[in-house]
């Protein structure tokens, strides 16, 4: 059987004020499946045949329905009852038309399909299942979307979408088992409908969701269960939650809101701030405290992009070499600088950058924190260009110098931490995420060892159409082939504000219409927007700056179970922590860039060889002997840089089960209490391998705890230890016996 996703959608109309739109244009269904790295093929509806095997393989191990109605299922209704019943897969419908030959049936006077607004909650039998995917989702009301407007600032293009409020013919049934319970929006009370049902039907097993799937919390939320219960378990993919906090900036002195810069930080009426070293001491202790407070397995840590000019301004030590002229022309986001144009050129010939360490030491106290291995170890590095100029229109030799000086700066005899694992030296944040589409600012970088960049979600000439996938640069894009960009997030916590009371400033000024939102009001929406973005397992690092890291001098606060002096980062993040607690309950880490771009490049290079899983099922006994791979084409990426785009097959297990590595298996991965992911490597085309288990699991039997394979190892366990209980049971016989004999003499 293949381990594959047959989807089918009807593409149900979503109705607006301007025109009709294909709901599939909103439909999160696809973009959930592309959360996992899931393989699926997908059918319109209508149709009146299904190709659901081929050579006696089955195709498809689960199927799911979006948006169908009673008309276009009993078209293919019977070949997938027949289907279901040979293989015994599961079934998943998702806002199709309810059956009331199944026991559904109209809730009272209200219409059985509606856009009405509602919340929903999770009846006892969806909780249990979202424990056993080590969820949550127990104290939450989740809102019911009807409206996905085309233009946010538009309320007249709201496409509307329906939902179904289902009641059931006997609810007693014990076939029939309600997952979600709609509730009145104004009171939170529940209205006697539900809005999903797991159903047997005479062994068949079916899961409806009658919500619509638009972006919403509640359709993120309950893919992460009909996806594992749908495939019972086995997933040709696998879940990460990564939290990656990157500050820009690092080692700037920041002025808020641009005024004037002159002099040292705190003369009268200018407000300057940069970071201190208590301040980095309090963050990296709150790196350990974050992540005890967090599910097993959990780490999380910052990561600093610095702009090494920042401690010679610190120490005025030999700046005057360095240019001082930052302005550059303005150019639009997708500007594409023609390669060798001279464009802006600010950096001289040579600058004397034979620097004083014991006098930058003695000067800057940071400089000085941070040359020691122990504290650079609390943090992740990388560069964010030697001054911050903007890379759009810099020359080849500008953007060569940055690089320079920049990696200078990070080696010894300075910093010292270019080399150490914890420094990204293939990685770069640009200054403004500038230089992109600059082919001859890219070649500077990979000349200088950087491959890889963070782009910027609100950019969409750098973001990709899968945003589980990079951005690559190309010949068209940016006169440059094969530079890697992936997405980034960016919060409202902005770059020049190092006090609460400044960035609510800077807030009501660009909301006049809010002036009233106080920073926990903030805080929570921040929470209640970023919140989706785990939900659907984006990997998306988030962007702040220096200032934002302030904290000594802030007053304590409690936000969830933490209590502490926490800066405005902090404040955000801990407020992330509290909202990813109530529906996850899955460990959170931070990784250094490099490696958090080699997970996007294993991503899209699976999409490139295409691996198809085959799980060999006894037809007896039904355990699965093994799950082969194979490859159906070569990994075909120009990217530059020295990490090898490869064929990397994960398995995410979420079973009783452990895998057997002697054989092609290269690595498996087990993060706290998380369920193991396995990984091959598939070298070409055609190539099958595959993952075995040392424990017997059964395919349609989630509880099946089998036994272990005998190995020799696993046998020679075993009899060892029966040996050893064999003789600390004569041990024991032989010393009661020389008592009873010792006290009878006596």
Known sequence: MKLNTLYLTARVDGMTAIDTVGADQNSVVPMMMDSYGLNYDTVLLPTSSLTLEKDNVALYNTIVVEGATLQQLNQVKAQITAYQTKYKIRVVYLNCEPDPLQGFKQNGFNPIQTIAMRNVKLTEEALQLAHQYQMKGDDVNFRVETCILRDITDVNTCIRYHHYEVALENPSDPNIKPLLSFLDFEYNQEIGAYGGALINNNGLEEMHFWISFVDSHIAFFVSHIWIPWANYGMIDGYRRLFFEIQIDDYFTDNCFNKADCEGKREPAGVPHYRTSVEDMKNIAQWHKDVSSRLPKGSNIKIELAINGIHILTETQHKIQGVFQNWTVPETGYDYVKPLGFQGTSRWPEDIDDDWDDSLLQQLDPLYAFFKKPENQDNFYWLTHTFTHLKLDAASYH????????????????????????????????????????????????????????????????????????????????????????????????????????????????????????????????????????????????????????????????????????????????????????????????????????????????????????????????????????????????????DYKAQCRAPLFVMRDVEFNEKHDIQNVEKIGDEPPTAWIILDKAGESKSFKFSKEIKYNDEKFVGKSSGTFFSGFKLYLIIFVGIVILLLAAYFIISKKRGNKSN
Not at 412 to 426: F, I, T, V
Not at 464 to 475: A, D, H, R
């Open 398 to 641: 500008d953007s060569d110098m940055e690089m320079r000086a920049n990696i200078k700066m990070s080696k010894e005899p300075y910093l010292g931490m270019y080399d150490r694992e914890c420094y990204s030296k293939h990685s770069i944040v640009t200054p403004e995420i500038s230089g992109l589409h600059n082919g001859d600012n890219l070649k500077a970088f990979s000349e200088n060892g950087v491959y890889y960049a963070v782009g910027d979600t609100s950019r969409t000439d750098l973001s990709p159409g899968n945003f589980y996938f990079p951005f690559i640069s190309n010949q068209t894009t940016s006169n440059f082939d094969g530079f890697v960009v992936f997405p980034r997030q960016p919060p409202q916590v902005y770059w020049d504000c190092s006090r609460i009371e400044e960035n609510m400033e800077t807030y009501r000024l660009r909301y006049p219409d809010r002036t009233s939102v106080t920073w926990e009001k903030h805080l929570d929406e921040e929470a209640e927007l970023h919140i989706k973005n785990f939900l659907k397992l984006r990997h998306d690092p988030y962007m702040f700056h220096e200032g934002n890291l302030r904290n000594a001098d802030f007053q304590e606060v409690t936000i969830g179970k933490a209590t502490g002096k926490f800066g405005m980062m902090q404040q955000w993040v801990e407020r992330m922590v509290v909202e990813v607690g109530k529906y996850l309950d899955w460990p959170m880490i931070s990784v250094k860039m490099d490696d958090l771009a080699a997970s996007y490049i294993d991503r899209i290079s699976r999409a490139s060889c295409q691996p198809q899983y085959t799980m060999v099922i006894d037809d007896d006994s039904g355990i699965i002997k093994e799950v082969k791979v194979e490859s159906q084409a070569e990994v075909k990426l120009n990217i530059v840089g």
